[in-house]
């Protein structure tokens, strides 16, 4: 389904007690290489929400046996779609899922995600007291713990040549950042009626922030819920520069990050943050180069990246 499809503006759009709410949780998986991860997941919302979507990325040549345990029944789907169509198209499909079921929300989860117990009834309370208050909430998500690190997540909130990181306090009180990662995240139907899908053509990286800030163009604003925590891994490796912790992935991924960010350069929904993330190009396209293993081969990757970023050459990369 097309981005402007859902953008058809703002339905009724009041709190949704937390007890009649209708979940639906989208899991996007590609080559499951961990089925005990996959279970531990799925256990873990089995009594939080009212349905899962596994939207399988996997191609069709790789796909083994059904990977959902039997004792799920029918509150588990499983859609494969026979090609890697990316994170945020399969998590469009999962979206298109919940929409054609009726649900009133969707939790987006990866397939490694490891959520507490009450999560999602933690996030709907906050959700429900907060649009209560009459704040217009986009999405609420949790506290991130890095599995890696054990560091907690920060809010992300634009300074005026850099990001800026407001730590997450033991408190009840929700933190407004300008986005949240997608993994974890609670939405209602009714944002993604107003606000749109996600951004298929970015395939990886930065369609949450897209999608985060564009809420936020429209009025909308996201919440990080500190009693809601979840456990995640960023990155395949950190290392230490200046005092702080960069996340290290595949050159390719590191392609999709820099290709992103430099198309969102264009956008107004974008404003605040283009002088940022100017900034911020220019040291990924250092560092990610620097600790890359294959140095030559990274800078022409990213070269490219930034090159198609400007011509607006999106999609997958073969």
């Known amino acids: 389904m097309a981005l402007q499809e859902l953008s058809t503006g703002r339905n009724s759009d009041g709190p949704i007690n937390e007890n009649v709410a209708q979940v639906a949780a989208v899991i996007v998986m590609c080559h499951l290489t961990n089925r005990d991860l996959l279970e531990r997941l799925l256990a873990a919302v089995a009594d939080q929400v009212a349905h ?32 890697n169509t990316g994170v945020p198209a399969a998590e469009n499909v999962g979206i298109s899922k919940a929409i054609e079921g009726g649900f009133t929300h969707v939790l987006l989860l990866d397939d490694d995600s490891n959520l507490d117990r009450n999560m999602v009834k ?52 929700p933190v407004e950042s300008h986005y949240l990662i997608a993994s974890g995240s609670l939405t209602r139907i009714s944002v993604f009626r107003s606000v749109g899908f996600m951004r298929s053509d970015f395939f990886i990286d930065w369609f949450d922030i897209e999608w985060g800030l564009r809420a936020r163009s429209k009025g909308y604003r996201s919440y990080i819920i500190p009693r809601a925590v979840m456990q995640h891994s960023i990155g395949d490796s950190t290392v230490r ?64 990246a930034v090159i198609d970023g400007v011509r607006g050459k999106l999609g997958r990369v073969n």
């Open 241 to 304: 520069v200046f005092g702080r912790d960069i996340n290290i992935r595949s050159d390719i991924r590191n392609y999709y990050m820099i290709r992103n960010a430099t198309y969102l350069l264009r956008f107004k929904s974008f404003r605040e943050w283009r002088v940022i993330n100017l900034i911020k190009i220019s040291l990924y396209y250092a560092f990610y180069s620097l600790y890359s293993r294959h140095p030559l081969k990274s800078i022409r990757l990213l070269t490219s």
């Open 122 to 173: 933690t996030l709907l309370a906050a959700e429900s007291a907060l649009l209560a208050e009459g704040n217009p909430v986009a999405s609420v998500g949790p506290l991130f713990i890095d599995r890696k690190t054990g560091k907690r997540s920060f809010a992300f909130r634009p300074g005026r040549f850099r990001i800026s990181r407001v730590p997450i306090a033991d408190s009840a009180d």
């Open 52 to 83: 899962s979507f596994v939207i399988d990325n996997t191609p069709a040549d790789m796909i083994g046996e059904f990977p959902i345990p039997a004792k799920y029944g029918g509150s588990v789907s499983h859609v494969p779609l026979g090609e």
